[in-house]
């Protein structure tokens, strides 16, 4: 099995990470009385359902600017790739050196994972 795994970046240290703590600042004064005036639908464009879950985030400060800068951090820390390896079995759990097996908590019972 390859052992590789994604690298590890420092994010904290990147242009999007700044980019996102100036944001952060430039937030931190808003009240969500007028991110709702400005954005009357909030309520239904920040939010997400899958299965039995619902998620509705339209009561935090957040903007789709906010998003957009979120994924371009997930960008940078490689995000996609990491998934990708958890889902394809790599040892990414660096103390034991193995596979996570997080997946296997949202297989069905009758599954086997090898």
């Given at each position: 099995m390859d052992t590789q795994q994604p690298a590890n970046i420092d994010t904290t240290?990147?242009?999007?990470?700044?980019?996102?703590?100036?944001?952060?600042?430039?937030?931190?004064?808003?009240?969500?009385?007028?991110?709702?005036?400005?954005?009357?639908?909030?309520?239904?464009e920040f939010r997400a359902q899958a299965a039995d879950l619902y998620i509705d985030y339209s009561k935090h400060r957040i903007t789709r600017e906010t998003l957009s800068l979120l994924m371009a951090l997930t960008g940078r820390a490689g995000l996609r790739a990491k998934i990708d390896a958890m889902f394809a079995g790599k040892h990414i759990n660096t103390t034991e050196n193995r596979a996570v097996l997080h997946t296997a908590l949202r297989q069905p019972k009758t599954a086997s994972l090898v």
């Amino acid at each position: 099995m390859d052992t590789q795994q994604p690298a590890n970046i420092d994010t904290t240290s990147s242009p999007e990470w700044a980019a996102l703590t100036e944001h952060q600042q430039q937030m931190q004064g808003l009240h969500l009385r007028e991110l709702f005036a400005e954005q009357p639908n909030r309520g239904t464009e920040f939010r997400a359902q899958a299965a039995d879950l619902y998620i509705d985030y339209s009561k935090h400060r957040i903007t789709r600017e906010t998003l957009s800068l979120l994924m371009a951090l997930t960008g940078r820390a490689g995000l996609r790739a990491k998934i990708d390896a958890m889902f394809a079995g790599k040892h990414i759990n660096t103390t034991e050196n193995r596979a996570v097996l997080h997946t296997a908590l949202r297989q069905p019972k009758t599954a086997s994972l090898v």
